[in-house]
């Protein structure tokens, strides 16, 4: 299987972490089994959908507050004002 990569919103590519994805959603409040579960259906959306082995971070964000508002309203708000400090 090919490495996943996560093109970054200023042209930079990092492997992809399942690790730094949970504690993103756990900051989120989200308890990290919970968060864990989410995280690998992003990563399982993420290879489905990446090009030659890249998806866009705009991308992953998106769809981890798809995913959220579903189940966890009120966190996917705090997820999507979440920043990276």
């Known amino acids: 299987m090919q490495d996943l990569q996560v093109k970054k919103r200023d042209g930079t590519l990092e492997p992809w972490s399942l690790d730094k994805l949970v504690i993103a959603i756990g900051k989120a409040g ?3 089994s919970e968060a864990q ?3 690998t259906k992003i990563e399982d959306w993420a290879r489905s959908v990446a090009k030659e082995g890249v998806v866009e971070s705009t ?3 998106d769809k981890v507050i798809e995913l959220m508002k579903v ?3 009120a966190e996917s708000a705090n997820y999507q004002t979440y920043k990276k400090e």
């Open 30 to 32: 989200i308890s990290i």
């Open 37 to 39: 579960a989410l995280a």
């Open 59 to 61: 991308q992953i964000r």
């Open 71 to 73: 189940d966890f309203s």
